[in-house]
């Protein structure tokens, strides 16, 4: 989440816990969706999110949605909200550093794309594993990462690589534009 929608939800008043337990109802309902689900009880999300009907009532009411009492609530709207309080409605774009076993599986891993991410591009310091084709792309050189991240636009940089080299590549992230995930934008 960008450090604006984390302000906006502050100003709306959504509490950090139902921030958390989101992710939880998305996934219950894209199950339900992909089961043909049309509408659902609070009772019967609830139960598939683990959670008590009362507390998903109220954290839905945190998003502006109210269900219609004996029907429930239309299960592709509700995904929509959730996904769109979540910054899954936009194009998010990544730049996977690292590309050892962890990088390699995110840079295969076909849920992406549907969930608003896009991987534009894979860098390596390993002069082994650049130039070799994965997924459809072609490694490039750690010493591209800014000419990388500007050209495609990268939002979300994944830092695969060992600990020793991560913080370095994280102040280049930064210093390249990319948005930090600390909140001092200086480590990450």
Not at 112 to 131: C, M, N, P, Q
Request: proline share 3%.
């Amino acid at each position: 989440m960008t450090p604006r929608q984390n302000r906006d939800r502050a100003e709306r008043g959504i509490p950090e816990a139902t921030v958390a337990r989101l992710p939880v109802y998305l996934r219950a309902l894209t199950g339900l969706q992909e089961r043909g689900v049309a509408t659902v009880s609070s009772e019967e999300l609830a139960a598939a999110a683990g959670v008590n009907s009362a507390k998903l009532r109220k954290d839905l009411s945190h998003l502006g949605s109210y269900g219609t009492r004996g029907v429930g609530y239309e299960v592709e709207y509700l995904v929509y909200q959730i996904s769109r309080e979540l910054g899954l409605t936009q194009d998010w774009v990544v730049a996977i550093i690292g590309v050892g076993n962890l990088g390699r599986a995110l840079a295969g891993y076909g849920g992406f794309a549907s969930r608003g991410f896009r991987v534009a591009g894979l860098l390596d310091a390993d002069e082994s594993i650049v130039g070799q084709e994965i997924s459809g792309m072609t490694v490039a050189h750690i010493d591209r990462l800014e000419d990388v991240i500007a050209g495609h636009g990268v939002s979300i940089a994944v830092i695969a690589t060992p600990a020793a080299a991560a913080q370095g590549v994280c102040d280049r992230v930064v210093a390249a534009g990319a948005p930090a995930s600390s909140t001092s934008r200086r480590s990450c």
